[in-house]
C-alpha cells in the first residue's frame, strides 16, 4: 500500500540548504516549530516522559497527552462499560427497525443514579449515535464524531434524565426514542443485570424479556396459541437455531411484539416463508454484532492495545538508561459470552433464565395431578428425544446417575456371571461396588488406561456386561455397540451420564441405561434417569437376590406381589423430587426439541468438538488429546493433555483462565493425567468455545514463560 503520512523531527539547517526550501515548501509538508529538547539531557527526559506515558497507555492506567482519540481515561471505569454497550446496541437496533420515512429527532432517557451519573455525561448520548450511524454510513464512526455527524445529517437529539429510579423495578434503564417526520416513533427500553448482562426491558411501553445479541427476528402478531409454533418450525425446517425468545405483550389475545435470538444470520428465503405465513407483521432482521465498548478489559484495548507483546518499564532501568524489557504474551481480545465449561453440572442452555421457569408447581405435592403431570411430561418427552422403543421403560429416580446405577446393580446383578469394563474413574467405581460391596462371585475386570478402550472382543455377552459409553473423565467414548450380540443372554448395563442426548445408542443392545439430568442438557443435580429394556424388566420380575439388604429408594418392584413397579415409570417417583428442577429440566428438554431433537444435539456436540480439533491440530506441539484415536474420542467430555506441564502447572492456567473470567472448572478429573477437560454438550456455544482457545493458549503461554523464567534464576 502507499504511505498515508510520515512525520520528521528534523532541525533546520543553517544557512537553509536547497533541498530543505524544497520540502518546507511542499504542499503537502505541514511545518511546525521546534519547541525544545535542543540537548542531549532534554531529549534524554522527553524521550523518558513519552516512554512512561506510552507505557501507561498500554497497561490502561493513564492516557496523559493521547490527541487522536476520545475519552479513554472514561473507559477505564468498567462498570460504565455495560452501559455503553447498551446504549450503542439500542442504537443499532433502532436504526435497523427504521422504514422509509425520515428521522427527525433521537430521545435518549436516562433512569436511575448510575445512568445518570455526572461521569457518564453525554456519553449514553454518543452511543445510541454510534450504534444509529454505524449501521447507517460506510465511514467510520466513533464515540468522537458521532454527535457532529449526527448535527450535518441533521438528527436533532435529546437528553432526559431522572435520577431516581424508574417505576418499573430496574434500578437504571435507559430508553432510546427515534421520532420520525411522519409523526410516529418507536421506543425500546434496556437495562443491564448483575454486572453485565444487557437485557431488553420493555418495547414500545410494552414489558419484556429479551437478550440484545447476535442475529435477532423480530416481528408484530397477535398473541394467540400456534404463532411460535409455525415461526420456530419454518426456522427448524431450514436448520436455523433458537437461542433464546422473549415476547412483549399487555394481555394475552393483544397485540405483541416478538423476539428471537437466532445462530446465525436469517437468509431471504427464510424471511419470505415467514411472510407468507400471514400472521406476523413488521418482519425485520436485527444484527446486534459485538461492538467496541464491549470489548473485554475496556475500551482503551480498541485504541492502544499492543498487538505483540505487553511493554513493562522498569523506571529504576530507565533512569540508569537501561533498554525497556518486552515480557510476556498479550491477552486475547474476545471472550465467550459463558465461562462455563465444567463437565457437571454443566453450562445451563443458551438464553437461559431462570425467571422464564413457571413456579406454578413449588409448594405443591408431586404426587398431585399437577405434580404427577410434569413428571410424566419429564418422562414422555424424554423418551421421544431419545427415540426410545415403545416397550421400553424410563424413570426419574434418586441420587443423580450414580444412585440410578447402583439401584440396577443392587436389583439385578447376581443372577450370572459379570464382565465389568472401565477405562475411566467411574466405571472403576461399578467394578470396586461389585466385588467390595455386593461382594459378587465370578466377576471379570476388562480395563485400559485413561486414553483408551480395554479388548471389547474377549468380553462375553452371555454374562451381565457393565461399562460407561462415555467416559467422562477419560474423553474416550464408544465407536459403536458392534461386540454386543443381538442373541446375548446376559444383560447390558450402560452408564450413559455424558452420553446420553448427545450420541446414538442402539437400543436394541441396551438393558439397562443411566444418566443423570445435570449433564448433557444442564439441568440441576439429585435426579438419576434409569431405562430398562423388557428383558430388564423380565430380570426384576424373576430374580430376587438372597441376602442382600433393599433399601426403599433402590426398590422397582412391588414387594407383596414382585411384580415391576410401572409407576416409577408414569411420574409417581419413590421419592419427593425437586419440582424447581422438574421446571428446569422440562425447560431444558423443550429447548432440545427446538434445536432439532437428538440430531441437532449430536450436531451441535460434534460441531464443538471440530472446533476443539482444529485447534489442537494448529498448536499439536503443546496440546495433544487424552483419546489419540479419533474414533473413540469424546465429543462431550474433551480431555486434553499439555506437552511436558505438571499438574501444578495446569492449575496455574486453570487460575488463571478463571482470573480472567474465561473458564470455569476445566481441570482434569484428581485422578486422570493432568491436562484440561473442557465440556463440548450441546448447551456450549460453539462461538464460545472459538473465543476459548485463544485464551487457553495465552495461559500455556503465560505458565511456561514463567516457569522458564523462575528456572533461569
Known amino acids: 500500500g502507499k504511505v498515508a503520512g510520515m512525520a520528521f523531527d528534523i532541525h533546520a539547517p543553517s544557512p537553509p540548504s536547497d533541498v530543505w526550501k524544497q520540502l518546507v515548501q511542499h504542499p503537502n509538508v505541514i511545518?511546525?516549530?521546534?519547541?525544545?529538547?535542543?540537548?542531549?539531557?532534554?531529549?534524554?527526559?522527553?524521550?523518558?516522559?513519552?516512554?512512561?506515558?506510552?507505557?501507561?497507555?498500554?497497561?490502561?492506567?493513564?492516557?496523559?497527552?493521547?490527541?487522536?482519540?476520545?475519552?479513554?481515561?472514561?473507559?477505564?471505569?468498567?462498570?460504565?462499560?455495560?452501559?455503553?454497550?447498551?446504549?450503542?446496541?439500542?442504537?443499532?437496533?433502532?436504526?435497523?427497525?427504521?422504514?422509509?420515512?425520515?428521522?427527525?429527532?433521537?430521545?435518549?432517557?436516562?433512569?436511575?443514579?448510575?445512568?445518570?451519573?455526572?461521569?457518564?455525561?453525554?456519553?449514553?448520548?454518543?452511543?445510541?449515535?454510534?450504534?444509529?450511524?454505524?449501521?447507517?454510513?460506510?465511514?467510520?464512526?466513533?464515540?468522537?464524531?458521532?454527535?457532529?455527524?449526527?448535527?450535518?445529517?441533521?438528527?436533532?437529539?435529546?437528553?432526559?434524565?431522572?435520577?431516581?429510579?424508574?417505576?418499573?423495578g430496574f434500578s437504571d434503564q435507559l430508553t432510546v426514542i427515534f421520532e420520525k417526520e411522519n409523526g410516529t416513533s418507536k421506543k425500546i427500553t434496556g437495562t443491564v443485570f448483575g454486572k453485565n448482562q444487557l437485557r431488553l426491558v420493555a418495547f414500545d411501553d410494552l414489558p419484556m424479556d429479551a437478550i440484545p445479541s447476535g442475529s435477532m427476528l423480530l416481528f408484530n402478531n397477535t398473541d394467540q396459541p400456534g404463532v411460535l409454533h409455525k415461526v420456530t418450525s419454518v426456522l427448524a425446517k431450514n436448520q436455523i437455531n433458537i437461542g433464546c425468545f422473549g415476547l412483549a405483550r399487555e394481555e394475552s389475545g393483544a397485540a405483541a411484539v416478538s423476539v428471537l435470538n437466532v445462530d446465525e444470520a436469517i437468509p431471504d428465503s427464510v424471511m419470505e416463508e415467514l411472510e407468507a405465513l400471514g400472521m406476523l407483521t413488521n418482519l425485520r432482521r436485527v444484527n446486534l454484532l459485538e461492538l467496541n465498548t464491549a470489548l473485554?478489559?475496556?475500551?482503551?484495548?480498541?485504541?492502544?492495545?499492543?498487538?505483540?507483546?505487553?511493554?513493562?518499564?522498569?523506571?529504576?532501568?530507565?533512569?540508569?538508561?537501561?533498554?525497556?524489557?518486552?515480557?510476556?504474551?498479550?491477552?486475547?481480545?474476545?471472550?465467550?459470552?459463558?465461562?462455563?465449561?465444567?463437565?457437571?453440572?454443566?453450562?445451563?442452555?443458551?438464553?437461559?433464565?431462570?425467571?422464564?421457569?413457571?413456579?406454578?408447581?413449588?409448594?405443591?405435592?408431586?404426587?398431585?395431578?399437577?405434580?404427577?403431570?410434569?413428571?410424566?411430561?419429564?418422562?414422555?418427552?424424554?423418551?421421544?428425544?431419545?427415540?426410545?422403543?415403545?416397550?421400553?421403560?424410563?424413570?426419574?429416580?434418586?441420587?443423580?446417575?450414580?444412585?440410578?446405577?447402583?439401584?440396577?446393580?443392587?436389583?439385578?446383578?447376581?443372577?450370572?456371571?459379570?464382565?465389568?469394563?472401565?477405562?475411566?474413574?467411574?466405571?472403576?467405581?461399578?467394578?470396586?461396588?461389585?466385588?467390595?460391596?455386593?461382594?459378587?462371585?465370578?466377576?471379570?475386570?476388562?480395563?485400559?488406561?485413561?486414553?483408551?478402550?480395554?479388548?471389547?472382543?474377549?468380553?462375553?455377552?452371555?454374562?451381565?456386561?457393565?461399562?460407561?459409553?462415555?467416559?467422562?473423565?477419560?474423553?474416550?467414548?464408544?465407536?459403536?455397540?458392534?461386540?454386543?450380540?443381538?442373541?446375548?443372554?446376559?444383560?447390558?448395563?450402560?452408564?450413559a451420564t455424558s452420553a446420553a442426548f448427545a450420541m446414538d445408542m442402539p437400543w436394541h443392545k441396551i438393558d439397562v441405561c443411566t444418566f443423570s439430568w445435570q449433564k448433557v442438557l444442564g439441568g440441576e443435580g439429585g435426579h438419576g434417569v434409569i431405562i430398562l429394556s423388557p428383558r430388564a424388566v423380565e430380570r426384576l420380575e424373576s430374580f430376587v437376590p438372597e441376602n442382600r439388604p433393599m433399601p426403599k429408594i433402590f426398590r422397582m418392584t412391588n414387594a407383596a406381589t414382585g411384580k415391576f413397579n410401572k409407576g416409577i415409570f408414569e411420574g409417581s417417583t419413590i421419592n419427593t423430587p425437586s419440582m424447581l428442577c422438574v421446571e428446569d429440566y422440562l425447560d431444558a428438554l423443550r429447548w432440545a426439541e427446538s434445536v432439532g431433537g437428538m440430531d441437532g444435539l449430536i450436531e451441535i456436540s460434534q460441531r464443538n468438538l471440530k472446533v476443539v480439533e482444529d485447534f489442537a491440530a494448529e498448536n499439536s506441539r503443546w496440546f495433544k488429546f487424552l483419546a489419540a484415536d479419533k474414533a473413540i474420542r469424546s465429543s462431550t467430555s474433551v480431555c486434553l493433555l499439555i506437552d511436558g506441564f505438571s499438574k501444578e502447572q495446569v492449575k496455574q492456567m486453570q487460575k488463571l483462565l478463571e482470573q480472567e473470567q474465561v473458564a470455569f472448572d476445566v481441570g482434569s478429573y484428581r485422578d486422570a493425567p493432568p491436562g484440561l477437560r473442557i465440556w463440548c454438550g450441546a448447551t456450549v456455544e460453539t462461538k464460545d468455545l472459538e473465543a476459548l482457545l485463544p485464551w487457553i493458549k495465552w495461559a500455556y503461554l503465560e505458565v511456561k514463560s514463567s516457569s522458564e523464567d523462575a528456572k533461569a534464576e
Not at 475519552?71 to 460504565?80: P, Q, S, T, V, Y
Not at 448510575?114 to 464512526?141: C, D, F, I, N
Not at 505487553?310 to 459470552?337: L, T, Y
Not at 457437571?344 to 437461559?352: E, I
Open 31 to 168: 511545518v511546525t516549530p521546534h519547541i525544545g529538547a535542543l540537548t542531549k539531557d532534554a531529549q534524554q527526559k522527553v524521550a523518558r516522559d513519552l516512554a512512561y506515558k506510552v507505557n501507561d497507555a498500554l497497561a490502561g492506567k493513564s492516557f496523559k497527552g493521547v490527541l487522536n482519540a476520545p475519552n479513554i481515561d472514561f473507559g477505564k471505569r468498567e462498570e460504565f462499560l455495560p452501559l455503553l454497550s447498551l446504549a450503542e446496541k439500542l442504537g443499532s437496533m433502532q436504526a435497523q427497525l427504521l422504514d422509509d420515512s425520515r428521522l427527525s429527532r433521537v430521545l435518549v432517557v436516562s433512569e436511575g443514579p448510575k445512568v445518570t451519573s455526572s461521569e457518564l455525561a453525554g456519553q449514553l448520548v454518543k452511543g445510541v449515535l454510534k450504534g444509529l450511524l454505524s449501521h447507517m454510513l460506510e465511514e467510520e464512526v466513533t464515540f468522537t464524531n458521532a454527535k457532529q455527524i449526527a448535527e450535518v445529517m441533521g438528527i436533532q437529539t435529546v437528553e432526559h434524565k431522572h435520577e431516581e429510579a424508574s417505576s418499573s
Open 296 to 495: 473485554p478489559g475496556g475500551v482503551w484495548e480498541k485504541f492502544l492495545k499492543p498487538k505483540d507483546a505487553s511493554v513493562v518499564v522498569d523506571e529504576a532501568a530507565a533512569q540508569e538508561g537501561e533498554s525497556v524489557a518486552v515480557v510476556r504474551h498479550p491477552k486475547p481480545r474476545v471472550k465467550p459470552a459463558s465461562p462455563n465449561f465444567g463437565s457437571g453440572p454443566c453450562k445451563k442452555r443458551p438464553g437461559y433464565s431462570l425467571a422464564a421457569l413457571s413456579d406454578v408447581a413449588l409448594g405443591r405435592s408431586h404426587r398431585s395431578t399437577l405434580g404427577k403431570g410434569l413428571l410424566e411430561e419429564s418422562i414422555v418427552r424424554s423418551k421421544k428425544i431419545l427415540k426410545l422403543p415403545k416397550d421400553y421403560h424410563l424413570g426419574i429416580v434418586p441420587a443423580s446417575d450414580t444412585g440410578a446405577f447402583e439401584m440396577a446393580m443392587w436389583s439385578m446383578l447376581g443372577e450370572r456371571p459379570v464382565d465389568i469394563c472401565y477405562w475411566e474413574t467411574f466405571g472403576k467405581q461399578w467394578f470396586k461396588d461389585a466385588t467390595t460391596e455386593l461382594k459378587l462371585d465370578n466377576v471379570t475386570e476388562f480395563s485400559a488406561p485413561f486414553g483408551e478402550l480395554p479388548d471389547l472382543s474377549k468380553v462375553n455377552c452371555d454374562h451381565d456386561v457393565l461399562f460407561t459409553w462415555n467416559g467422562t473423565t477419560s474423553g474416550v467414548r464408544m465407536p459403536n455397540a458392534d461386540w454386543i450380540p443381538d442373541d446375548r443372554k446376559g444383560l447390558i448395563f450402560n452408564d
